[in-house]
């Protein structure tokens, strides 16, 4: 499946429309080689028969409740950017946007991304992004963005392998991790004692996004093979996941890469990411660690389309072979909650809706989502993320600021601070 995985495909032509016309040609044959998704699933369906897949344990139908975090730190691709890119790269263009928001928001969708659902899961507001410094970053920080890769740009430069994404996009993984250090310590745990601002990190949950198909597009065409890059990009994710429970983390979820063009080495590589994962979780046992199976739901969803609401999987709603999305001329379908595909590359926020429910509410995480548990003294009323192809009220798609509700728990959470920090 193609929605996710190549990333900010448009940033390589900019001009006054966003645009430049380098390359035209190398770009439209890359954009049709997006849409011809019957390959990719026929691969993501047969992985599945193979048992390629790690199942999650099966859980149905599990809530959110008796739980409260204060803040969201968010990593990952254009998956889970809210506009980071876009604070250095200014090139969204309508229609992005159109759904929720009425104009580009710094997403790379019509509407929300699951970051989003998930603040509105946890009754916070949605999470800003790190660069754009005017930003109210008392509820949480994302880091993402767009085009990143798991492993550093010197290592692509060093086996001359930066064809495959801009130029202009030289962030990875490390970067983010150097910004969300850099905010740690400026600002979210300046004038506090070590003890203090343990505490605020075991208040928080951490969100690692789709990270990983930026890197497998970098080295197709070059002398890299799959096992260095999967090792590698695999060992960067654990190192993450390992610093930030150096700091006091509890709670994180981590999403595997996306697959398009690159499926079995996707399935090696969340294979040994979840046999990692699993490691992590034996040496740090009062921790909450969760895979969150993209790979998996996203077959799911396509396999079972017309069931859930939607058109053929392969169409895409903005966009074609030979215009794409944000372009003059681009053809934009009418309904985008009929499509799962937005652009060629990244999901519609109906489509980022049923991986919300997947993860949250059904047995797409390992373990189940529902196993994250912050004990607080009092608890806010429970949530229900409501599908919008399921019968019921819609989350409010004009309500910027996710949830008034106040926060009952204060990020002193199981820690005798007032005695530590003396």
Request: aromatic fraction near 10%; charged fraction near 20%.
């Amino acid at each position: 499946m193609d929605h996710h995985d190549e990333d900010i495909y448009a940033v390589e032509y900019i001009d006054g429309t966003g645009h430049s016309d380098d390359d035209d040609d190398d770009m439209l044959a890359e954009a049709a080689s997006v849409v011809a998704v019957g390959a990719s699933l026929f691969l993501a369906m047969l992985m599945e028969h193979e048992g390629l897949f790690i199942e999650p344990a099966s859980y149905k139908n599990h809530y959110l409740t008796d739980r409260i975090f204060s803040k969201i730190y968010a990593f990952g691709d254009s998956s889970t950017d809210t506009g980071n890119c876009i604070e250095l790269l200014p090139y969204l263009t309508p229609p992005y946007g159109m759904t929720t928001f009425g104009k580009p928001s710094g997403r790379w969708s019509d509407g929300y991304l699951v970051l989003d659902f998930l603040a509105k899961e946890l009754s916070l507001p949605y999470v800003p992004p790190y660069l754009n410094k005017s930003s109210d970053f008392s509820h949480g920080v994302n880091f993402a963005y767009a085009g990143s890769t798991a492993i550093d740009y010197e290592f692509y430069v060093e086996h001359n392998a930066t064809k495959a994404l801009p130029s202009q996009i030289t962030n990875s993984l490390q970067t983010q991790l150097g910004w969300f250090n850099e905010f740690i310590d400026r600002v979210e745990c300046a004038g506090k004692c070590p003890a203090q601002c343990k505490a605020i990190m075991e208040g928080t949950l951490f969100w690692v996004g789709t990270m990983g198909g930026n890197d497998y597009r970098r080295i197709n065409g070059t002398s890299i093979s799959p096992i260095t890059l999967r090792e590698i990009a695999v060992a960067n994710v654990i190192h993450l996941v390992q610093d930030l429970l150096d700091k006091g983390a509890k709670y994180i979820v981590i999403q595997g890469p996306e697959a398009q063009g690159y499926e079995l080495d996707v399935a090696a590589h969340n294979a040994l990411l979840q046999q990692q994962l699993d490691q992590v979780r034996e040496q740090n046992p009062d921790a909450s660690i969760l895979f969150a199976d993209f790979i998996r739901a996203l077959t799911d969803n396509v396999m079972n389309a017309k069931k859930k609401g939607f058109n053929d999987p392969g169409l895409i709603c903005c966009g074609n072979e030979t215009i794409l999305c944000g372009r003059p001329g681009a053809p934009v379908c009418a309904d985008p909650s009929k499509y799962m595909a937005w652009d060629g590359v990244h999901a519609t926020a109906a489509l980022n809706a049923l991986l919300a429910n997947q993860f949250f509410h059904q047995d797409f995480t390992r373990p189940p989502f529902d196993s994250l548990q912050l004990k607080c003294q009092d608890v806010i009323e429970e949530t229900t993320f409501l599908n919008p192809h399921m019968d019921g009220d819609e989350i409010d798609a004009s309500d910027e600021d996710a949830s008034d509700a106040p926060l009952v728990c204060d990020d002193e959470v199981g820690i005798d601070v007032e005695s530590e920090c003396q």
